[in-house]
């Protein structure tokens, strides 16, 4: 079977995968950018890749015009790669490939962790738009307020991202709302983290659950407005929308049928997405093999 290499660029590390050409993870590794992101990115394709000759490097970056991307070119110009693509794109190649919208000919997907991310697939190709910023979900506004954090980072991130979810929280807790967060934490905000918001909300804190229905009703919001300008057949959910999907899914989808007319939501498959942390550097590869173009 022929090796392909995927790289995922993350805010402080670099995960780097080895798949088969049936999209299966023969080696996978993250390494810290403790020395820079770029030789994080050399350090982890020397561990993973292992076949000769060297097959062909993808990368995916959440943000393809940050200052990096030159350096991390630079290192890749001694391997054969592929174009670098947004996360979202690489996300929803893998998705379509071999995960939750399998052969589906158009696909949205729409993942939050860290950073708050889309991406649309038709007929098999992705859209990325005259500037490569189609679907640049982060940035979709949401609330008519303007404020600093989201003229920085997108209304959506700011509010559904980890930091956004952890800061709603924290405003409710100034604000006078007593939350079983604060205490875990001895009223040290700064050490609170979103997975400590989502056990909180499980566990019947009533902040907490109050937090996370705000987040899905946002996260509903955006998603409808997504598969009204994607027309998708399948709509895959990713980060925190996979993996706390006990808490999300349900409210989630919920709100998307609120929003959209009954015709093109009875035509929708909703899925949360398979491939976890690994899809857009599975993605990635998929989209730098030659075969593939």
């Known amino acids: 079977m022929n090796e392909m290499l995927g790289v995922e660029i993350l805010d402080n590390a670099v995960l780097a995968v080895a798949i088969d050409d049936e999209g299966k993870v023969r080696a996978r590794v993250v390494v810290e950018a403790a020395s820079g992101l770029a030789a994080a990115v050399d350090a982890a394709l020397t561990t993973v890749a292992t076949a000769e000759p060297t097959p062909s490097v993808g990368v995916a970056t959440f943000n393809v015009e940050a200052s990096v991307v030159a350096e991390i070119a630079a290192v890749l110009s001694g391997r054969p790669h592929g174009p670098m693509a947004r996360s979202a794109i690489a996300a929803a190649i893998a998705e379509t490939w071999v995960g939750a919208a399998r052969a589906a000919g158009g696909v949205a997907p729409f993942g939050v962790a860290d950073h708050t991310a889309a991406g ?25 307020v303007e404020r600093e954090d989201y003229r920085k980072m997108g209304c959506l991130e700011a509010e559904v991202a980890a930091a956004g979810i952890v800061r709603r929280l924290v405003w409710r807790i100034k604000a006078g709302d007593r939350s079983r967060v604060s205490d875990k934490v001895d009223n040290d905000f700064a050490r609170i983290t979103a997975e400590d918001v989502l056990i909180a909300a499980r566990d019947g804190d009533g902040v907490s659950i109050s937090v996370m229905r705000d987040t899905a009703k946002y996260l509903g919001m955006a998603a409808a407005n997504l598969v009204l300008l994607a027309d998708p057949e399948v709509l895959v959910l990713g980060g925190i929308m996979a993996d706390a999907a006990d808490l999300l899914l349900e409210p989630v989808r919920t709100e998307i049928g609120r929003r959209l007319p009954r015709a093109m939501m009875d035509a929708l498959t909703i899925a949360t997405a398979t491939l976890g942390g690994d899809a857009a550097a599975i993605g990635a590869a998929r989209h730098a093999a030659p075969a593939l173009q």
């Open 120 to 144: 649309i697939i038709r007929d098999g190709r992705a859209m990325s738009g005259a500037h490569g910023r189609a679907a640049s979900i982060a940035w979709l506004a949401l609330n008519p």
